[in-house]
């Protein structure tokens, strides 16, 4: 069984140079209305940007978690991308993220897990 996540968007050409270089996935295919982005590994899901007519208007039933050991760095990486940040450092069970917007402005969560304490 293989597992993709689907993002609908205005733009996947647009898009797909965001989320491959912030995820280090690799444009596969293009069948309109779709651009497949591939993982580095196999065993990760595949993204799939779909074009759609209609604009982002509320918020995402389903995002991307993003997780990371640096948050900090990464935040400000995604942000030198094209991310806008949608939230302030959120801190809940030693976990911490935040919650950001790809250009087109479906959110997405990048985060730090808790240290484990040995």
Not at 7 to 30: H, I, M, R
Request: glycine share 6%; aromatic share 6%.
């Amino acid at each position: 069984m293989r597992v993709a996540v689907v993002l609908d968007c205005l733009d996947p050409v647009s898009l797909a140079k965001f989320w491959s270089q912030a995820l280090g996935y690799e444009p596969s295919s293009v069948d309109e209305p779709y651009l497949a982005l591939m993982p580095p590994e196999s065993g990760q899901p595949e993204l799939l940007l779909q074009r759609v007519l209609e604009p982002k208007t509320g918020k995402n039933r389903m995002h991307i978690d993003v997780r990371v050991e640096n948050l900090d760095a990464e935040r400000e990486r995604l942000l030198e991308l094209g991310a806008t940040r949608v939230s302030e450092e959120i801190v809940e069970d030693g976990w911490r993220w935040y919650v950001m917007a790809d250009p087109e402005g479906n959110e997405f969560c990048v985060l730090k897990e808790p240290e484990l304490v040995r």
